[in-house]
């Protein structure tokens, strides 16, 4: 097969033969690169015409108990300033983005116990009693069955948790022996079970990374089919022991966005942040490349520059109305437009069927 074969096989079938998916991801030119966006773009636009749906994310604590090499929130990090929103400054953040037109909230943060599952739940249950039309998201990373059960119940319908790595020698280069893929893969069927829709994702050129890295997660993703796949490029952050690793790549990022539109056609597939700072245009790119989500941030000004999984991250200065119209403009400079609605995944509450 060609690569342009292999572009049209992915994008009628949404599916390709392992040794060929190989083949296209180890070596293709910036022309083949160019006809898988187009490819995707189409695929995108079949499934979801030119909307773009926004999620207003709320990091509203830093603390996190894990110590992952390559996150700036690491506990290992002593530098690292850590802060807690409360529960009000919450609220405030979801009525100040309900004001902008948001309808999903996804609430964020490292892994802090401080958060109960008491705590959580109220903070689920009264967004959902004052913004009752919104979508709430939540991603918190590894809870007990428990606690995710609570958490739904209290109103809470999407979770985003990403595996990072489908590969089980990968994840143990990326962690510490305490975290286990076979405790996020449990995670994520959990979830699964208890009727969230489910976001998971990985880092793009993470250290360690390999073809066959990417092949697994691919494999996992057309098997696991979850509602949303968010995908960045790994940036450093000057305080983990990743700190000399080389980042991961645009171009890469962008080209395992659209085969991910490909493979899953219905999927929702955010241009990320991290997309946005390897490169200035890297949202608007990744829109271009088969993406149809994007993330801007609703955290109170003050504590954005303490919530740094990596190096330069943007929009850290920026008040929430400003990325609004930023993203507004970005979104329509290629050619789409941002639709203000929950924005569920094609097919979410009816067969399934894309
Ligand atoms: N570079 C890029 N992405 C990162 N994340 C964490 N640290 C980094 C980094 N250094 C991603 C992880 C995590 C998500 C919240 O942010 O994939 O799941
Ligand atoms: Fe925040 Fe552009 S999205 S300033």
Same mark, same amino acid.
């Given at each position: 097969m060609t690569n342009r074969e292999r572009i049209d096989c992915l994008a009628e079938n949404a599916a390709l033969p392992h040794a060929e998916l190989r083949r296209l991801l180890l070596e293709h030119s910036p022309a083949e690169a160019e006809l898988l966006f187009a490819r995707a773009r189409t695929t995108r636009e079949r499934v979801y015409g030119k909307a773009v749906w926004l999620r207003g994310l709320i990091e509203f604590s830093s603390y996190c108990k894990n110590d992952c090499y390559y996150c700036g929130l690491r506990r290992s990090n002593a530098k690292a300033e850590r802060y807690r929103l409360t529960a009000e400054e919450i609220y405030a953040c979801c009525a100040n983005g309900w004001a902008l037109g948001f309808r999903t909230f996804v609430l964020q943060s490292g892994e802090d116990p401080w958060f109960t599952d008491a705590r959580l739940c109220e903070i689920v249950a009264e967004i959902r009693r004052r913004w009752p039309d919104c979508a709430i998201t939540l991603s918190l990373g590894e809870r007990s069955r428990e606690s995710y059960a609570a958490l739904r119940t209290a109103g809470a319908e999407r979770y985003l948790l990403r595996h990072? !790595?489908?590969?089980a020698a990968h994840y143990a280069r990326l962690h510490?022996?305490?975290?286990r893929l076979a405790s996020r893969m449990d995670c994520l069927l959990e979830l699964r079970t208890l009727g969230y829709q489910v976001g998971c994702g990985f880092m793009v050129g993470s250290p360690g990374q390999d073809v066959d890295c990417l092949l697994d997660d691919l494999e996992f993703l057309c098997a696991f089919r979850p509602q949303m796949v968010g995908i960045g490029p790994f940036l450093p952050h000057g305080e983990t022991p990743f700190a000399q690793e080389a980042p991961g790549t645009l171009e890469q990022t962008l080209f395992l966005l659209g085969v991910i539109r490909l493979l899953l056609p219905g999927v929702l597939l955010p241009a990320t942040t991290a997309l946005g700072t390897v490169h200035p245009l890297g949202r608007e790119k990744g829109l271009l490349a088969g993406a149809n989500i994007v993330m801007p941030n609703l955290s109170p000004v003050g504590v954005r520059k303490k919530y740094?999984?990596?190096?330069?991250?943007?929009? !850290?200065?920026?008040e929430a109305a400003e990325c609004r119209l930023c993203l507004q403009r970005r979104v329509e400079s290629v050619g789409y437009f941002i639709e203000?609605?929950?924005?569920?995944?094609?097919g979410w509450g009816t067969d399934g069927v894309f």
């Open positions: 990072e !790595t489908a590969n510490p022996a305490e975290l740094l999984l990596y190096d330069n991250k943007i929009c !850290t200065g920026e203000s609605a929950r924005g569920d995944a094609a």
